[in-house]
């Protein structure tokens, strides 16, 4: 099978195509035919080398599958050849989603919600699953709360604001200004622009100083260290991003802040909570830009590229 191979770590170039062999399925896992997978922060971040003990090289990446089951090993009831799934792989845990085939166990596979292509669907697993890792289990966001979005318009903040909606929140979300109209297409009741007005001060008065119940970070740095700014009192500040640099939380303190660090989970059972919201009209991903296999070098430079024009998710189609 034709594969992409992260061969070093390093920038865009250590990406080599590759011809080597399909994957056998064991007991209890499934073989998959791979449509298509995406980028993520994460790919490119595993790529340049931020996790070298977690990442044996030469290494097969990426975290997004939808495709259809092509084989199944033994034990296996959920799914039969021919089912359209879709999942995260396993994270740091075995080969990712840059190649024509992929095996997971059937525990962390989901079957395929039928309105979404599968670039769609493949841009849906690792930040739906994040946004509702991050939203429903950790921040318990309740109806009528307010929510603070960083990063409206990336793969997961556009996700995280339709999940807010339909969790019934009233969602602030910070966007470059020509971001704003896709924004507010996904949701948001409230759209900053946050390079020309500071958001915390927005928000204050927009609440009546009162602030958000929950701040949901993508960002990190010093969105981070500034979250406690546009908080409410015993409000719940959730971040999915790298903090090995130190944050000043004084004003957490103050604010009897709780804070929760996000690294999500693979399971079925909430791909089909995320497949009952695709159902329900209330949830779809934002494709902004497809890419083929062998261009996944492209793709990881322009994810990472500032000010790239993505809105939503780049998709990688893997079948013809």
């Keep these: 099978m034709k594969s992409i191979v992260l061969k070093a770590f390093g920038g865009p170039e250590s990406f080599e195509l590759r011809d080597v062999p399909t994957p056998v399925p064991h007991p209890g896992q ?78 962390i596979v989901g079957m395929k919600p039928p309105s979404l292509s599968h670039l769609e669907a493949a841009s849906l697993t690792l930040v739906g699953g994040t946004a509702w890792e991050a939203l429903v289990v950790r921040a ?47 949701g948001a009741d409230v759209v900053i622009d ?19 119940d929950v701040v949901f970070d993508t960002i990190g740095g010093a969105t981070l260290s500034r979250s406690p700014d546009a908080l409410a009192q015993l409000g719940r500040v959730v971040s999915i991003v790298d903090i090995a640099q130190p944050q000043g939380l004084i004003q957490a303190w103050g604010k009897n802040a709780s804070y929760h660090f996000v690294f999500t989970r693979q399971n ?25 296999l062998a261009d996944i070098p492209l793709a990881h430079a322009r994810l990472e590229s500032p000010n790239n024009g993505i809105r939503g998710k780049i998709a990688i189609a893997v079948a013809p």
Excluded: C
């Excluded at 879709?86 to 840059?98: A, K, L, N, V």
């Design 140 to 186: 318990a966001l309740r109806v009528g709360e307010d929510i603070l979005v960083h990063g409206g318009a990336g793969g997961v903040g556009h996700v995280a604001i339709q999940l807010a909606k339909a969790m019934g929140a009233r969602v602030f979300t910070t966007v470059r200004a020509a971001n704003a109209e896709f924004a507010r297409a996904m």
């Design 30 to 107: 499934v073989l998959v035919r791979v449509h298509a997978t995406s980028i993520n922060p994460l790919d490119y971040q595993v790529r340049r080398g931020d996790y070298p003990d977690l990442v044996p090289l030469p290494a097969i990446t990426g975290h997004d599958v939808s495709g259809v089951v092509e084989e199944v090993g033994a034990g296996v009831t959920a799914f039969a050849p021919g089912d359209e799934v879709w999942y995260t792989p396993q994270i740091f845990d075995g080969s990712g989603s840059y190649a024509e085939y992929h095996v997971a166990s059937e525990s």
């Design 268 to 292: 079925r059972g909430k791909l089909d909570e995320l497949s009952a919201l695709v159902a329900r009209g209330q949830l779809r991903p934002h494709v902004g830009a497809v890419y083929t």
């Design 194 to 212: 946050y390079e020309s007005e500071d958001y915390a001060d927005a928000i204050m008065r927009m609440t009546g100083g009162r602030g958000v």
